[in-house]
């Protein structure tokens, strides 16, 4: 049995994932981020690690086949499907002060990190709680001498991924609210959960 979930450009949704159950994170139109957020529902403070992750999987690249580990070392879940394959576990999520520090903006703006935030805050969970997310269909790029550089999702409309929970978890997701990680448009994310 699975229920079809809508997350609206620039917004955000928390929800209980039981051990074993599967999450699917799609990207209906294509070209959208979402960055997930996990925490272990019966201990906030253990929560989705991305140093751990990259130091256990040996990769900066984490798809098909890796686990996502949290900061005591276990295992959070299992991609056990990915197909666009291009995901980011190196950078934070968007903020007010990433649009001011780095695009100059002025005023107000919608960011991953407040629509985290905002969605966990009826669980415990406080702004500081908030880790690295690790950021669904985001492409950003390196090259040897380490530069980075974020690029438009090769995401394509249709493409999804597939966690399985390895813990009770408290997940949260978003639609990303950042004009270069979502190639100037905003477009809404879906996912469903599998209850067998
Ligand atoms: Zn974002």
């Known amino acids: 049995m ?8 620039q917004s955000g ?3 209980k994932l039981n051990k074993g159950q599967k999450l ?4 209906p139109e294509g070209q959208q981020v979402s960055d997930m957020v996990l925490f272990n529902t019966d201990d906030l403070r253990e929560k989705l690690s991305s140093g751990k992750t990259l130091d256990f999987e040996a990769s900066l690249l984490i798809t098909k086949g890796h686990y996502l580990w949290s900061n005591r070392s276990r295992k959070m879940m299992h991609i056990i ?3 666009n394959g291009r995901n980011d576990f190196l ?14 903006h002025k005023g107000d ?26 950021n669904l269909f985001m492409n950003v790029q390196f090259d040897t001498d380490g530069q980075l550089s974020v690029e438009p999702p090769s995401s394509r409309a249709g493409d999804y991924v597939t966690l399985k929970a390895e813990m009770d978890l408290l997940v949260c997701l978003t639609a990303c609210s950042a ?8 477009k809404p994310i879906h996912y469903k959960i599998e209850y067998n």
């Open 91 to 104: 950078l934070a999520p968007c903020s007010i002060e990433t649009f001011r520090i780095l695009y100059n």
């Open 179 to 186: 004009e270069d990680s979502n190639g100037g448009k905003f």
């Open 81 to 83: 499907e990915d197909t």
């Open 13 to 15: 949704s928390a929800f």
């Open 109 to 134: 703006h919608p960011s991953c990190l407040n629509n985290l935030y905002t969605n966990l805050a009826p669980y415990g969970i406080g702004i500081d709680d908030i880790p690295t997310a690790f």
């Open 2 to 9: 699975s229920n079809l979930q809508i997350i609206p450009p």
């Open 24 to 27: 699917t994170v799609i990207d």
